[in-house]
């Protein structure tokens, strides 16, 4: 009986992992190879692709001081499928222009798109029945894409250019902004 009453939780959390590991993909490919991209694609100098980063980091870490505030207006589910969205908007911006301006834009859409993912993510496992196992198991698969993610995005780049390595992050971008329904929205407080 315990069992059966633990199997549809334990099976909810199948696709939270997935899209951790998805959105710390992004968030690790973004870490390693965004100023790699400003100075071999976009052109800029090494001062210029570090002030790029840095707007990246910025606005990351400004929307994951805001992301209560953002919950509480779209939700969790509409905060993550637009976050979703704009990791995959903001990437195509720098891809398609492949210059300075528009790529620190893109960034920073890419920066506040991935400021919340996680944390809805892990949230949405600890309303799991045993939540420290929930959080750990969705952390660990999570935390490999974030680990894969770099070396798979230089690999790519390596045969096909980074700008179509991108193109993985873009996608996985649009892949959790589809999959937000598996979050859930919790309860409101009054």
Known sequence: KRLRNASPARGRLIPLAGLAFLSLFCEGAMGDWATIFLTDVARASASAA???????????????????????????????ATSGLSVALGLGVAVLFRSYGPAVVGFALVGLGVSNMV???????GRDGDS??????????????????PPLIGVLSQSVGLSTAFLAVIFFGLTVAAGARFVGDEPQLE
Request: hydrophobic share 60%; aromatic share 12%.
């Open 50 to 80: 570090a002030m790029g980063f840095a707007a990246y980091s910025l606005v990351m870490m400004c929307g994951r001081f805001a992301g209560d505030r953002f919950v509480a207006r779209l939700g969790s589910a509409g905060l993550l």
């Open 119 to 125: 944390p809805i993510l892990f949230r949405a496992a």
């Open 132 to 149: 420290g196992a929930a959080i750990a198991s969705v952390s660990i698969i999570g935390y490999l894409g974030f680990l894969i993610g």
